[in-house]
């Protein structure tokens, strides 16, 4: 899956959900994660980094699938959305 199709499914599941807040929630963890992950662009360092997010993203996908309010690792205490 490429990086522009876990952008789109990480924006569509928590905006298509019924509950605001936890739309929000998991939407600023689609944020953070997109954000930290433009760092995988810096070789050999970076791409172990990319390998750490893209696991945390299908965690953090996975939870918003099934409407669980759980941050993702290292990442999920970042506030991007108030």
Do not use: D, K, Y
């Not at 569509?12 to 998991?26: K, M, T, Y």
């Not at 953090?60 to 409407?67: D, F, K, N, S, V």
């Amino acid at each position: 899956m490429g990086r522009s199709a876990r952008r789109r499914a990480g924006t569509v599941v928590p905006v298509a959900g019924p509950n605001r807040e936890a739309s929000r929630f998991h939407l600023n963890q689609s944020l953070v994660l997109g954000i930290f992950g433009l760092l995988g662009v810096i070789p050999c360092v970076g791409w172990v980094w990319a390998v750490f997010v893209a696991v945390w993203w299908c965690m953090g996908l996975t939870g918003a699938i099934r409407g669980v309010e759980r941050p993702v690792p290292v990442l999920g205490g970042i506030r991007i959305l108030l």
